[in-house]
Every structure is written in structure tokens, then in C-alpha cells.
């Protein structure tokens, strides 16, 4: 790890959980000046504003938090420049920068993207080097430009996915990565060379549609499983079962070999062409539960159809 040799002045601008650990390294090493995040929306069965996961943290480390709803006025990139920044840290935040705002910092604006830039430009990199078979993923710290994550890149480090991976445990271990990836950027920001993205291997993620949660078991076990894993948590893949609903949170590609949507044995699945194993499941209005605790609670399922 290269330690910074100054202190610079920090524009943190993220929203989700996943943005967290990146604010928490910046602001052990530099000074944060303010935290720009999304404005607090209803959540919970009160329907009362929550402040954003990034919002909280940033509250909590007494720094101050701007939320507004758009950066396009004259007033608000005003104020943005009036910060007098070295530089801006972009992690998941939400809002279209316009060009007055990436050139405010003296060092423009970073962001730390969750894919092995060009692939997997946009919103959903995680859920889809998944669901795309991808044998490995990364992170990117990106110089921002006015297009979609095409900026040059400033670093990267790469992490292999394995079958157990779902979208939660990667966005976890990508989420540390990206913390320790701007901890060095910013340390050696006067000396990094930008490595333009090459114009081959480009893809976009698309954000996750809900319809493309339902599982299809005519299709090929390898897809079905990257499905269910790439779906995990949210918004979770899901089928219909002779006792309601049942979202699919963790499984494996198996042999096995039936008509599409039978249980084989125990929760093992036939596929259009092999089987799957469901290792974590939840019914509709419960708990998330190992395979094993479902069957317990049921009667036995071999020869049911799950559609």
C-alpha cells in the first residue's frame, strides 16, 4: 500500500452501501470536505425518509452531507466549485455530472467502477459478470469523462468468480477492493499515467430488470445457476412451487437429468439440459433458510414441478 504524501481536499460522492468502505478509507488518510449523496427516500413499512447508507456514515464521521436532486443548475455547480476541491471520488452515487462539475476539482473527478473496464460499462456490473459466465471480475479507478464509464483508467485489480459467488459476496469483496484501489490512486495522483479504454470488448449492464427474475428451467443448468447467483439477494430469481413462490438464493450446476422444472431428489432441480441443487431458499413472507429447513417443513417434493 503506498501512503499518501499529503493530505488532499475530498469531494466524497456516493449513495449505496457499497460506497461506504471507500469513504471510510478516504477519510482516514485526506480531508473530506462534504459528502454529496441522494436525498433521503421512504423506506420501511412507516414509509419515513431514510437518509442514504452513505449519508448515515458520513453523519456519523461529522461530515457535512449535500443531497440535492440535481447538479445541472448554475447554483448548484456553483457551489460545488466553491468547495475548492483537489479532487471528487465518484462511487455509485446516481446523478449525471455535468461537464462544470467534472472539472471543478484541480484533479477532476474519480470513480471507482465495479467491473475490468470496457466490460461491463453501467449500472449492473456485478449482477451481470455473473450471470455472463465471467472467470473474473475487478475494479476500476476511472479519470470521469461526460460518457458512460468510458474515461481513461487510472488502476485496476481483478478477483476470480467461483460458482459460490453470488452478487452479494462479490459486491462485498469488491466494495474493500475499491476502498484500498483509491486509497493508492489518491496517494499517487500527481504520477499515475491514465490508460485510455480500448475500443474492443466493450459491454454495457444493464440495470436488472424484475422480469428477468423468473427462472426458466428449460434452459441449460450452467445459465440457471449464474441466474440464481447473480440475482442474490435482490431482487432474487424466483419460480412457483405446489406451495407458493420461491425465491432461489444460492445454488450449483449438477448432473441430473428430467423433464425441465421436476424435483429429482431432495432440492435438486432438472433443467433443459442438467440439473441444479438449491442450497438457500426463501418462501414468500419468511426468513431465508438452508435447503435442508425447507424440506423439513414440507412433504416430499420428488416429482413436483416447479415452474
Known sequence: MTHPTRRLRVIFMGTPDFAVAALDAIHADHDVICV??????????????????????????????????????????????????????VVAYGLILPQPVLDAPRHGCLNI????????????PIQRAIMAGDAETGVCIMQMEAGLDTGPVLLRDATPITEADTAAHLHD???????????????????????????????????????????????????????????SPFPGAWCETPFGRLKLLDARAV????????????????????????????????????AEELLRGTSDLSGAVFT
Open 255 to 290: 448432473a441430473g437429468q428430467g423433464r425441465p422444472g421436476e424435483v429429482l431428489a431432495d432440492l435438486t432441480v432438472a433443467c433443459g439440459d442438467g440439473a441444479v441443487t438449491l442450497i438457500r431458499v426463501q418462501r414468500e413472507g419468511k426468513r431465508a433458510m438452508s
Open 173 to 231: 469483496r469488491l466494495s474493500q477492493m475499491g476502498a484500498q484501489l483509491i486509497r493508492e490512486a489518491l496517494a499517487r495522483i500527481d504520477s499515475l499515467p491514465p490508460a485510455p479504454q480500448p475500443e474492443t470488448g466493450v459491454t454495457y449492464a444493464a440495470k436488472i430488470d424484475k422480469a428477468e427474475a423468473r427462472v426458466d428451467w428449460t434452459r441449460p443448468a450452467e445459465e440457471i445457476a449464474r441466474q440464481i447467483q447473480g440475482l
Open 113 to 124: 467502477h465495479a467491473s475490468l473496464l470496457p466490460r461491463w460499462r453501467g449500472a449492473a
Open 36 to 89: 454529496y449523496t441522494q436525498p433521503p427516500r421512504p423506506a420501511g413499512r412507516g414509509k419515513h425518509p431514510r437518509p442514504t447508507p452513505v449519508h448515515q456514515r458520513a453523519e456519523a464521521l461529522g461530515l457535512p452531507v449535500r443531497h440535492p436532486l440535481s447538479l445541472k443548475s448554475p447554483e448548484a455547480q456553483a457551489e460545488f466549485a466553491a468547495l475548492q476541491a483537489d479532487v471528487a471520488v
